[in-house]
């Protein structure tokens, strides 16, 4: 039984999680069996790491010392959650997987590219999803649009959203790059659409995929960008 690893990419409020709850409420709608989980987070250690990723009072996190959380994070993930419900054929819904790691540690940060596509292949255990759906915009629209959240100020910006515009403009041309790299596996859709316009896209590109019988990437290893 072959399940399906269908992650969701993309900067700050480019409507990732939007757009996986709408395509989730969709195949639970049509009877399919589907697990919705995040990277980082989606399992009691993953969420504790997360915690610390985000504080902003964590201002002084080394770059390395994100880049192995991340990584921790996401080994635990793959190997208690999403390894075991695609092993039984149910269809993964992932917001944020390794990619985050190329285009945020590597391009954002500036870590070695090598190094990164290494330690994801390690903490995804070779895993690589059939299908990414980035949503690419514009970083100053995307922060304008976590600003607006219905939440005190002070908790508007998580410790990554926090940085400076120049990181987010690094982490959005290594997204288009990795897109860039791997047109088959990765989906690009301009995040200025509307909403259920993009869903309707998602939707198609999905269907198309659960109608295959091949899929078009089995497990590997991510590409570096
Ligand atoms: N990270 C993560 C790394 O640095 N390295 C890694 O390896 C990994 C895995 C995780 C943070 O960690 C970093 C990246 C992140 O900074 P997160 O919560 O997963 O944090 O990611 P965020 O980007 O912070 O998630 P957000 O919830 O803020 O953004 P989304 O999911 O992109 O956006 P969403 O769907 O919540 O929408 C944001 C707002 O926009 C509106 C929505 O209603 C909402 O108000 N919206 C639209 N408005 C107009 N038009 C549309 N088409 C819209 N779609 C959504």
């Excluded at 987070?41 to 610390?52: E, N």
């Excluded at 403009?169 to 509307?194: C, F, M, N, T």
């Amino acid at each position: 039984m072959a399940g399906l690893f269908i992650t969701f990419e993309g900067g700050e409020g480019s409507g990732k999680t939007t757009q996986l709850k709408g395509l989730l409420t969709h195949l639970r709608a049509e009877g399919r069996d589907v697990v919705e989980t995040r990277d980082p987070g989606g399992t009691p250690i993953g969420k504790q790491i997360r915690s610390l990723l985000l504080n902003p009072a964590n201002g002084g996190m080394a770059v390395v010392t994100e880049l192995f959380l991340y990584e921790a994070s996401r080994a635990q993930l793959v190997r208690e959650v999403i390894r075991p419900a695609l092993a039984v054929g149910r269809i993964v819904l992932c917001d944020r997987f390794a990619d985050s790691t190329v285009a945020y540690q590597g391009h954002g940060r500036g870590l070695d590219l090598g190094l990164i596509a290494r330690l994801n292949a390690l903490a995804a255990d070779g895993l690589r999803p059939d299908l990414t759906v980035l949503l690419d915009l514009d970083p100053e629209a995307g922060l304008a649009r976590v600003g607006q959240r219905v939440t005190p100020p002070a908790e508007r910006h998580d410790r990554i959203e926090g940085e400076v515009l120049g990181f987010h403009q690094r982490v959005r041309a290594g997204y288009l790059a990795i897109a860039a790299a791997e047109p088959d596996r990765v989906v690009r859709l301009d995040a200025l659409h509307g909403m259920a316009e993009i869903e309707e896209l998602i939707r198609r590109r999905v269907e198309g995929l659960l109608r295959s019988p091949v899929r078009p990437s089995g497990p590997g290893i991510l590409a570096s960008g």
